[in-house]
């Protein structure tokens, strides 16, 4: 069989351009492993064969390397060891037990189809240094037989796989915590496969909005949550339920998000239900509640459309701990506002504000627990003395990933809640 030179010149272009991998790369594959066809067919068994493909010329050529070495650097034969197999078992036991009582690491012995000790190194060229390799040329031929072929296409078709994964994990790597659009591709075992283009994401069922059905072939927009370095594939894991996705969101859909005007301070979410999210102006003049909400709603309801309807309240940030607390309990009107010791709070409200104030299973206080960071115990301005709700530490200690807030030193605000979406 023989190799056609001008077909894989076609093929580095094709795999360059199509798989997005440096042609560089693609070559350094293909010369691995016509470097292993020639030695498999060669029987060049222990050598380091090295293999120079000129995609200009279609030239071939290949070398023996070996590698300078000296007596500090590898393991010199010893007489024992060659005078027989047992001799030789026994020898290596004590010399790796001493190596090991000494705290050093085994040397690789010597090889001369590997190796060339310096001293003869240098006779070749003095300016060569322990570590280097001296090339020795070897005859060049493009005919390889079946095995040796189907040897080569088997390396070369494993380094394009690691090239691909290089190239994509270095795409994706940097887009860590943004958002990405992608079609819905397979759905295994609760798990959505997102074709983002040149990769496949993967949602998790713990990151889909409970009660979100998906369809072959839909589009929607996912939160990169990491890139890992799988060692087949980089594996890009993506959510919908992650609290940061509905910043993302909201950046996409207010400019003056992006631009700083208005900053989101924090986010409390309940995935496929309610979302809190609070926010501040950094430029006088400028109301950050109805810029979020936009004309008759349609900034927050491009939002929630693309959540599948989830209620969100968008509500004020600020520094003032009660004013903040009262404003995160929205929509309900809080009368009063105790601070307490231990970054504990007292909520005093009237009898037909109690059920919003709590919200449905207490989701109200809760987020508002989370989002300002505050234990909430919410009263009835006319039973102040009688508790109804006070939200336990386990209810605001949450995972590492939903404590989504830039935790501000004065009023350990954590995360935002919502605000009407009336306003």
């Known amino acids: ?9 076609k093929a580095v272009e094709q795999v360059s ?4 991998i440096d042609s560089a790369k693609v070559i350094e594959a293909i010369e691995g492993s016509i470097a292993a066809a020639y030695k498999k067919e060669y029987e060049k068994k222990g050598e380091l064969i090295k293999a120079k493909f000129d995609i200009k010329t279609g030239e071939l050529k290949f070398w023996q390397a070996k590698i300078v070495v000296d007596e500090s650097t590898v393991r010199m034969p010893d007489p024992e060891e060659e005078a027989g197999e047992l001799d030789q078992v ?5 010399n790796s037990e001493k190596l090991i009582d000494d705290g050093e690491e085994k040397l ?9 000790l310096i001293e003869e190194a240098v006779n070749e060229n003095s300016d060569i240094a322990i570590g280097e390799e001296i090339l020795y040329p070897l005859e060049s031929t493009e005919e390889f037989g079946r095995i040796a072929a189907q040897a080569a296409k088997q390396v070369i078709l494993q380094r394009l796989r690691e090239a691909e994964r290089d190239s994509v994990l270095g795409e994706f790597k940097n887009k860590e915590g943004e958002i990405i659009s992608g079609l819905v591709q397979r759905i295994e075992r609760g798990n959505v496969y997102i074709d983002l283009g040149r990769a496949t994401g993967i949602m998790f069922s713990n990151e889909a909005i409970p009660g979100e059905h998906y369809k072959i072939g839909e589009r929607l927009k996912f939160y990169i949550v990491k890139v890992a370095d799988d060692t087949r594939m980089a594996s890009i894991i993506l959510s919908r339920s992650h609290p940061q996705f509905v910043s993302r969101l909201f950046e996409l859909e207010i400019p003056e998000i992006t631009d700083k005007t208005i900053e989101i301070k924090g986010v409390a979410r309940e995935a496929g239900s309610r979302t809190k999210i609070a926010v501040v102006s950094n430029m006088e003049g400028v109301d950050p509640v109805g810029s979020c909400v936009g004309q008759r709603g349609t900034r927050v309801m491009a939002v929630s459309n693309e959540l599948g309807q989830e209620k969100i309240d968008i509500i004020e940030w600020s520094e003032d701990p009660a004013r903040f607390i009262a404003s995160s309990l929205s929509p309900a009107t809080v009368n009063e506002v105790e601070i307490l010791p231990d970054n504990e709070a007292r909520i005093f409200v009237d009898n037909d504000q109690l059920s919003l104030a709590i919200g449905r299973g207490g989701q109200n206080v809760r987020l508002a627990a989370r989002l300002t960071g505050w234990k909430i115990d919410v009263r009835s301005n006319e039973e102040p003395e009688e508790e109804l709700v006070e939200e336990d530490e386990e209810s605001t200690d949450l995972p590492e990933e939903e404590k989504v807030v830039e935790e501000s030193t004065d009023s350990k605000e954590t995360v935002v809640e919502e605000e009407k979406l009336e306003e």
């Open 1 to 9: 069989m023989v190799f056609d030179l001008k077909a894989i010149k």
């Open 17 to 20: 351009e199509e798989k997005g």
């Open 90 to 94: 026994a020898h290596s036991s004590e």
């Open 108 to 116: 690789p012995r010597y090889n001369p189809s590997r190796h060339i």
